[in-house]
């Protein structure tokens, strides 16, 4: 049992010190703030506060886990050999920086509480964070952090033994249009005929007759491809399917509709289920638990799991509203168009709220790709060349390597065959 001593137990040190040495490390801890407790005990044991009591392991403490509120902390990157790091201690100290409140920072996404320029859908760009600005996005670098520390207090105290988590792969396939034009019904279909024919798309108009005359397969029609791939890999995956009345920005079929539904059920039979919420739905909380509800009563059981449509957060509002719809799962948390850790880490994490200083029942799975932020390659070799990259990171701590991809792109004419994409990368990764 490692112990802790720290001058003043919070909210957020207990948080943090939960995800960093349990759920990364696999380690049990006490927390004290009783010197002479701290002085009795024989095992394992770190300071952290602002000055060393003996000839402990010490962290030197940054104020940000004894604040309240928000703050604007300058943050002042330096090395740690070769990683990154920042708000720095004294360098006599063992580890040149605070190691907790620094993934306090990034893990509760603290940035995004201070003022920012949201982009065209209102969310925080990739650009505008620390992790791009100072080129660790490609790092799931709390955990990072997390082992090289480990290893160093482990020459102090042999006796500690960290226990890395198996890795873990989850595709993810998004499912916000389940068809190109197939199920629509005639006014929406002959709109959309109407509209490819003013734009000269004159393949859609092809492909639209052929599919809604001449009875050929939707191209977005390939789930039992998807799920076939699972089975064959035996993999666990989850489909995100929109389920919800048609508006600007969600335009799949009606949730009327028997094929729809009859799909639906199919999908549930073989992987999880969740809910791809609506654009409306995020400012409409009434909306949103009638989606859950709806979805959960076509598959019989509960819907735990959700995506935001276009990967849009708005913390924290967002996740208190999916808290207040009971959702308990988020697999919202990762850029569309950047490869990366949005939140610097691949193990599943609670959502802290600052606003109430209190750790929230809703765990956030952050994905480390999404199929847009592969849409530059023009080849299937340098798409899996990017996936190996941020796959190797997530192995090298012992994470949950998340990839997700859109109905969309499985389905659509491009120039690389995305359903072989998604074979491959399940034949790769499958665990």
Not at 84 to 105: E, G, Q
Not at 277 to 301: C, G
Request: aromatic share 14%.
């Amino acid at each position: 049992m490692l112990l802790i001593y720290t001058h003043k137990k919070t909210p957020r040190l207990t948080y943090v010190l939960k995800q960093v040495l349990q759920r990364i490390l696999g380690l049990e801890f006490t927390i004290t703030t009783r010197i002479e407790d701290f002085i009795k005990h024989s095992g394992p044991k770190i300071t952290y506060t602002t000055k060393p009591l003996q000839n402990e392991f010490f962290i030197q403490s940054h104020p940000l886990l004894f604040d309240e509120g928000i703050q604007e902390y300058e943050i002042k990157v330096r090395p740690w050999d070769d990683l990154p790091t920042f708000f720095p201690t004294v360098k006599s100290n063992v580890i040149p920086f605070d190691l907790f409140a620094a993934s306090f920072f990034l893990l509760t996404r603290y940035e995004e509480y201070l003022p920012f320029k949201p982009d065209q859908h209102g969310r925080f760009p990739a650009t505008s964070s620390v992790a791009h600005k100072h080129d660790f996005l490609h790092l799931p670098l709390v955990d990072v952090w997390a082992w090289k520390w480990v290893e160093i207090l482990k020459e102090k105290f042999p006796e500690v033994t960290p226990i890395k988590n198996p890795v873990q792969f989850t595709p993810v396939v998004n499912v916000t249009t389940s068809h190109c034009f197939a199920h629509r019904g005639v006014i929406r279909g002959s709109a959309g005929l109407l509209m490819d024919l003013g734009y000269f798309k004159l393949r859609r108009v092809v492909d639209r007759i052929a599919v809604v005359i001449f009875r050929k397969k939707d191209p977005f029609d390939n789930f039992e491809k998807l799920i076939g791939v699972l089975k064959k890999f035996r993999t666990k995956g989850i489909f995100f399917f929109q389920f919800a009345e048609y508006s600007k920005h969600d335009k799949n079929i009606s949730t009327e509709n028997n094929k729809f539904r009859s799909l639906i059920k199919y999908v549930a039979d073989y992987a999880e289920v969740g809910l791809a919420a609506s654009f409306r739905s995020q400012t409409e909380m009434a909306l949103l638990k009638d989606e859950k509800e709806h979805l959960s009563a076509v598959i019989h059981r509960p819907i735990n799991s959700v995506r935001l449509r276009y990967n849009r957060i708005e913390i924290p509002s967002s996740y208190r509203d999916l808290i207040d719809a009971e959702i308990t799962r988020d697999y919202t948390m990762g850029y569309t168009h950047y490869i990366g850790f949005k939140a610097s880490t691949c193990t599943p994490f609670f959502f802290y709220d600052l606003g109430i200083e209190a750790q929230q029942p809703i765990k956030v799975h952050p994905f480390a790709v999404h199929d847009y932020a592969l849409q530059g390659h023009s080849k299937i070799e340098k798409m899996l060349s990017e996936i190996s990259s941020a796959a190797t990171q997530v192995r090298r701590v012992g994470g949950n390597f998340i990839l997700l991809f859109s109905n969309e792109n499985l389905g659509g004419s491009h120039r690389v065959n995305w359903l072989d994409l998604y074979e491959r990368v399940i034949e790769q990764y499958h665990v």
